[in-house]
């Protein structure tokens, strides 16, 4: 039964490894969603430590990751209103999620200010008898009272979102995206309010001396069974590596040049960064190579190739490669306006917009302007 804990905590931390070093579209929601797993994982790594008799080669592993522990509504907060707000702003009222931390540093700073033999005790008694070792005392709180404490905090933090979260569920779910998301997030949601509600079963359980169920092992056996399955559902919802910004709806005609303007209404979390690195990619042309498509554009955005062609038609109403060819036909327009015809070819024309031939670019030209290039040349002479 233990192992499954310790799948768990290497799960976790596989996890909390690639959520920190992923390059997201939401990072403040990444990074609270690696913290929560890290925590998980040293929650999971301990139990399978200390219930599975192996704390006497881990005696450093006890006592300081109760602090840890106590930060558990922390991250989950924050992720979820990340997520559906699409930002974070601190909030005096959120000093509220650290009360149990704040009584766990209390109590840990208590223990380890009390002379050696009282933590050497306590140590051993976690060694020979773990199942009763929650009964343990601190100063302020015994150790199952900080157990009910962090996870009706949990608790209490998952009910507080749960109504923005019933009506982000409800917005824009006819894109794929979304939808992966949303069931993402409810199933993240159900499986973090069952672990709250099994850890807080259990703990009253221990103070209580008493079987809420029949067979005194079952509530461990589920409340480990759901760890294991928080742990390792990432894997069906790979896209939550990246995040997912939220959207500005607008309506662009797909005939529409691209403007410095229309960059600047770019979507997202952190937009200014957005904004740059488009305007960036514009000013260094990288548009105009030949090799240039969406995996590359996508590599220079530091964002994953779905989610930038998923932004593009969102915001513009183009697929990528409309996308980059309306920004090629601007680019040819200003050309042939300052007179590079005059002294090149077509062909030149075509390669310096970062097409392979005067074909394919001539048939994108027209497309865009409803002109050939020769007769965009004639006209711009009988206006003149």
Same mark, same amino acid.
């Not at 979820?80 to 702003?89: A, G, P, S, V």
């Given at each position: 039964m233990f192992n499954i804990l310790l799948i768990a905590a290497i799960f976790g931390f596989v996890l909390t490894t690639l959520l920190f070093l992923k390059k997201s579209t939401q990072p403040k929601a990444i990074i609270s969603l690696g913290g929560f797993y890290f925590l998980l994982s040293v929650y999971a790594l301990q139990a399978y430590i200390i219930d599975g008799v192996h704390l006497a080669k881990c005696s450093w592993f006890f006592l300081w990751p109760l602090m840890l522990y106590n930060l558990f509504a922390l991250p989950i907060y924050f992720y979820? &209103? $990340?997520?559906? &707000?699409? *930002? +974070? *702003?601190w909030k005096k009222e959120y000093s509220i999620l650290f009360i149990p931390f704040i009584l766990s540093v209390i109590d840990v700073g208590y223990i380890y200010l009390q002379p050696d033999a009282v933590y050497a005790e306590m140590l051993h008694d976690a060694m020979t008898d773990p199942k009763n070792r929650l009964h343990v005392s601190y100063w302020l709180l015994d150790l199952d009272q900080h157990m009910l404490l962090r996870h009706v905090w949990q608790l209490a933090a998952l009910l507080v979102v749960l109504p923005k979260l019933l009506n982000f569920i409800k917005k824009g779910n006819a894109d794929n995206l979304k939808n992966i998301l949303n069931k993402w997030l409810l199933v993240f949601w159900i499986g973090l309010a069952l672990f709250a509600v099994f850890a807080i079963i259990y703990a009253i359980e221990n103070m209580l001396a008493v079987n809420i169920f029949e067979g005194g092992a079952l509530v461990p056996i589920i409340l480990y069974t759901i760890m294991f399955s928080i742990?390792?559902?990432p894997i069906y919802f790979p896209t939550i590596l990246h995040g997912y910004p939220q959207v500005i709806e607008t309506t662009v005609d797909s005939k529409q040049s691209i403007s410095d303007q229309q960059l600047d209404s770019k979507y997202g979390l952190d937009e200014s960064r957005i904004k740059r690195k488009l305007k960036l990619l514009v000013e260094k042309k990288l548009h105009l190579h030949q090799d240039f498509n969406v995996t590359n554009c996508a590599r220079e955005m530091e964002m994953p190739t779905h989610h930038l062609s998923y932004?593009?038609?969102?915001?513009?109403?183009? @697929?990528? $490669?409309?996308?980059? @060819? @309306?920004? *090629?036909? &601007?680019?040819?327009k200003n050309l042939i306006e300052e007179g590079f015809l005059d002294t090149n070819t077509m062909e030149a024309l075509a390669w310096e917009c970062g097409f392979a031939n005067r074909s394919s670019f001539s048939k994108v030209f027209k497309n865009a302007t409803k002109y050939s290039p020769s007769d965009y040349v004639l006209? +711009?002479?009988?206006d003149s």
């Open positions: 979820f &209103e $990340t997520i559906m &707000e699409d *930002r +974070l *702003r742990g390792v559902i932004f593009i038609k969102q915001q513009y109403g183009l @697929n990528f $490669t409309s996308y980059k @060819n @309306n920004l *090629r036909m &601007e680019y040819a006209k +711009l002479a009988a």
